[in-house]
């Protein structure tokens, strides 16, 4: 029981409180993106933390497009991001909402605090009030409007709002305190007007909520008991309280709905941020936002990521108040961890040399029946042909190898995966001295893999049948950024890694993995784990994704977070 205690993360320690002392009888939380871009791995942190906590709680998620700002906002995301809050397993069951939906109630809370006196229609300009607004260490002046009447308040906003007011000519002001020391305290601007078409409502409006003052109403509208919220929203809870109290949701500092904010998730290596993903996009360097060396949501996905891995990922970052970057490799560690068991080990030769078995009869086909995945036996067991000609990995072979080289070479017996042992005679090559041939011999007696007598070999090798291979495209990939090298070039721009993607059309896979569909991943024996790419797999011919390889530098952390 003590360690379970601690072990809860601050957010559930909070909420368990307010359930105690009955500050709440239900938990109702929810994910608020903008649809203004693609969700990405910060997101999904987001979205797993907050459906979690409800259902650990037996609450309940919403998930509420905040879609106040009609400039960047698109139907096309809000389709997507739909689409990555599902497929991540958050179930906002029939609790889908659009902030849009509320805009009346918002004009109306407007008008509430004017009648209350606690707010007016300033006329100075967006520079004017950055003016009086003063900095961290003087206070910000008396807006000249302030002391307007509540009746000419009430005028001017319905001005404001029948289009009688041009763009940044009036705002609407929370009349707080000009000299509080928390500068989102000093009469922040509340409504806008701004003459564009949203893509919910259309021209139905010309002003706009803002954010700070929107999303506590938003908020407290659905039953929000607790708003999670990242880090840089941690000054503007005072104005959330405030607008929540003033309008009569919230009771006292206890109640609900209350802002609570954590850390963001950073990775290192990647590109996180909406808009430098957007700008990575809109220059073409990536093939759109699921481009796999992304962190959207819809890249991971692409890539062969799991929800399993992504919720094991999250849980292993866990929840902080302090900024810190994750170790790429923690994501990956992840997604191997995942695939491990439960996926087949398949043959796949990136970097094909034909072999050729000299004492093997002609013609042949042996099926050999191999494990799909020998540590779980439940994946069953599958043919694969074998014959006189093979291909395998260029560098499975050397002529003159150094020290320590396990693999072919000439006078050195290996094991072929599952098949045979065989014994490297010689090699032709062309004019260049590339390897075009290699020659062996097989020994019938090692069927199987293992040999009678009891003799070891010290490698063992992967293969495809030459006559059975199937010729497929590989994508390989490494981050678009490195850390090590610096992010950014000294004009500002990303410093891009020109080895992020190498495109191999060579390679040769065994027959089964032509079948591979869309978003099927397999375990490549000793190349990694690869996923058939939805875009660009067509029927019977597969373009595979390497999700990740084998090796990885990432140690579970004995503490983690
Ligand atoms: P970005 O900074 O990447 O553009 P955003 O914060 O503008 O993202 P929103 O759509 O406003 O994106 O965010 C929706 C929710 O996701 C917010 O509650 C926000 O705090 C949370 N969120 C955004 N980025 C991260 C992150 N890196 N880690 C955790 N939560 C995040
Ligand atoms: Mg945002």
Same mark, same amino acid.
């Given at each position: 029981?003590?360690?379970?205690?601690?072990?809860?993360?601050?957010?559930?320690?909070?909420?368990?409180?307010?359930?105690?002392?009955?500050?709440?009888?239900?938990?109702?939380?929810?994910?608020?993106?903008?649809?203004?871009?693609?969700?990405?791995?910060?997101?999904?942190?987001?979205?797993?933390?907050?459906?979690?906590?409800?259902?650990?709680?037996?609450?309940?998620?919403?998930?509420?497009?905040?879609?106040?700002?009609?400039?960047?906002?698109?139907?096309?995301?809000?389709?997507?991001?739909?689409?990555?809050?599902?497929?991540?397993?958050?179930?906002?069951?029939?609790?889908?909402?659009?902030?849009?939906?509320?805009?009346?109630?918002?004009?109306?809370?407007?008008?509430?605090?004017?009648?209350?006196?606690?707010?007016?229609?300033?006329?100075?300009?967006?520079?004017?009030?950055?003016?009086?607004?003063?900095?961290?260490?003087?206070?910000?002046?008396?807006?000249?409007?302030?002391?307007?009447?509540?009746?000419?308040?009430?005028?001017?906003?319905?001005?404001?709002?029948?289009?009688?007011?041009?763009?940044?000519?009036?705002?609407?002001?929370?009349?707080?305190?000009?000299?509080?020391?928390?500068?989102?305290?000093?009469?922040?601007?509340?409504?806008?007007?701004?003459?564009?078409?949203?893509?919910?409502?259309?021209?139905?409006?010309?002003?706009?909520?803002?954010?700070?003052?929107?999303?506590?109403?938003?908020?407290?509208?659905?039953?929000?008991?607790?708003?999670?919220?990242?880090?840089?929203?941690?000054?503007?809870?005072?104005?959330?309280?405030?607008?929540?109290? $003033? +309008? !009569?949701?919230? &009771?006292? #500092?206890?109640?609900?709905?209350?802002? @609570? =904010?954590?850390?963001?998730?950073?990775?290192?290596?990647?590109?996180?941020?909406?808009?430098?993903?957007?700008?990575?996009?809109?220059?073409?360097?990536?093939?759109?936002?699921?481009?796999?060396?992304?962190?959207?949501?819809?890249?991971?996905?692409?890539?062969?990521?799991?929800?399993?891995?992504?919720?094991?990922?999250?849980?292993?970052?866990?929840?902080?108040?302090?900024?810190?970057?994750?170790?790429?490799?923690?994501?990956?560690?992840?997604?191997?961890?995942?695939?491990?068991?439960?996926?087949?080990?398949?043959?796949?030769?990136?970097?094909?040399?034909?072999?050729?078995?000299?004492?093997?009869?002609?013609?042949?086909?042996?099926?050999?029946?191999?494990?799909?995945?020998?540590?779980?036996? $439940? +994946? !069953?067991?599958? &043919?694969? #042909?074998?014959?006189?000609?093979?291909? @395998? =990995?260029?560098?499975?072979?050397?002529?003159?190898?150094?020290?320590?080289?396990?693999?072919?070479?000439?006078?050195?017996?290996?094991?072929?995966?599952?098949?045979?042992?065989?014994?490297?005679?010689?090699?032709?090559?062309?004019?260049?001295?590339?390897?075009?041939?290699?020659?062996?011999?097989?020994?019938?007696?090692?069927?199987?893999?293992?040999?009678?007598?009891?003799?070891?070999?010290?490698?063992?090798?992967?293969?495809?049948?030459?006559?059975?291979?199937?010729?497929?495209?590989?994508?390989?990939?490494?981050?678009?950024?490195?850390?090590?090298?610096?992010?950014?070039?000294?004009?500002?721009?990303?410093?891009?890694?020109?080895?992020?993607?190498?495109?191999?059309?060579?390679?040769?896979? $065994?027959?089964?993995?032509?079948?591979?569909?869309?978003?099927?991943?397999?375990?490549?024996?000793?190349?990694?784990?690869?996923?058939?790419?939805?875009?660009?797999?067509?029927?019977?011919?597969?373009?595979?994704?390497?999700?990740?390889?084998?090796?990885?530098?990432?140690?579970?952390?004995?503490?983690?977070?």
């Amino acid at each position: 029981m003590e360690n379970e205690a601690v072990s809860k993360n601050f957010i559930e320690q909070i909420i368990e409180k307010d359930l105690e002392e009955g500050h709440c009888e239900k938990v109702v939380t929810r994910f608020p993106p903008e649809p203004n871009g693609y969700l990405h791995i910060g997101h999904a942190k987001s979205i797993l933390l907050n459906s979690g906590l409800a259902k650990k709680y037996g609450g309940q998620f919403n998930l509420r497009f905040d879609d106040t700002n009609p400039t960047k906002e698109k139907n096309e995301f809000v389709e997507s991001i739909k689409e990555d809050v599902k497929w991540l397993g958050a179930d906002w069951e029939d609790h889908i909402f659009y902030a849009s939906d509320y805009f009346d109630q918002m004009y109306e809370a407007a008008i509430k605090l004017i009648k209350k006196g606690k707010a007016y229609v300033s006329d100075l300009s967006a520079e004017e009030i950055r003016e009086y607004r003063g900095t961290l260490t003087e206070p910000g002046k008396e807006d000249p409007y302030s002391t307007r009447s509540v009746e000419e308040n009430l005028t001017l906003f319905q001005e404001m709002k029948d289009g009688k007011c041009e763009d940044g000519s009036r705002v609407l002001r929370a009349r707080i305190d000009m000299a509080s020391s928390n500068i989102n305290m000093r009469d922040p601007v509340i409504y806008r007007v701004a003459h564009m078409t949203h893509h919910r409502t259309g021209d139905k409006w010309c002003i706009y909520p803002m954010y700070d003052f929107a999303h506590p109403i938003e908020d407290a509208i659905e039953g929000i008991t607790h708003s999670i919220c990242t880090l840089e929203f941690e000054d503007h809870r005072p104005l959330y309280d405030w607008v929540v109290t $003033e +309008l !009569g949701y919230k &009771k006292g #500092p206890e109640e609900t709905p209350k802002q @609570i =904010e954590f850390a963001k998730l950073y990775l290192t290596n990647v590109v996180t941020g909406k808009r430098y993903i957007k700008r990575l996009v809109e220059e073409h360097i990536v093939d759109g936002w699921d481009d796999p060396r992304l962190v959207s949501i819809a890249a991971l996905r692409r890539r062969g990521y799991t929800p399993e891995s992504i919720q094991k990922f999250v849980d292993l970052c866990g929840v902080s108040k302090a900024n810190s970057s994750v170790d790429y490799a923690m994501l990956e560690y992840c997604i191997r961890e995942d695939l491990k068991m439960k996926r087949p080990r398949m043959m796949a030769v990136l970097d094909p040399v034909r072999v050729v078995i000299d004492n093997y009869p002609k013609g042949q086909t042996e099926e050999l029946e191999v494990d799909n995945n020998l540590e779980n036996p $439940e +994946l !069953g067991r599958r &043919k694969v #042909p074998f014959t006189r000609e093979l291909f @395998i =990995e260029r560098e499975d072979f050397m002529e003159e190898p150094p020290k320590k080289y396990f693999r072919m070479f000439p006078g050195n017996e290996v094991r072929l995966m599952n098949a045979y042992f065989v014994k490297c005679v010689g090699c032709e090559k062309d004019e260049n001295g590339k390897v075009t041939l290699i020659h062996c011999t097989y020994d019938p007696a090692s069927r199987g893999g293992n040999s009678p007598d009891g003799r070891k070999v010290k490698g063992t090798i992967h293969w495809v049948s030459a006559e059975h291979a199937k010729r497929v495209t590989v994508r390989l990939y490494e981050n678009l950024i490195d850390e090590e090298l610096g992010v950014y070039n000294e004009d500002g721009s990303l410093n891009l890694n020109p080895n992020s993607l190498t495109v191999l059309t060579d390679s040769v896979v $065994e027959p089964a993995l032509a079948e591979a569909k869309p978003y099927e991943s397999f375990q490549f024996v000793r190349q990694g784990f690869f996923c058939a790419d939805y875009k660009d797999s067509k029927p019977g011919e597969p373009v595979f994704n390497r999700i990740v390889s084998l090796k990885s530098s990432f140690k579970l952390p004995v503490n983690p977070a």
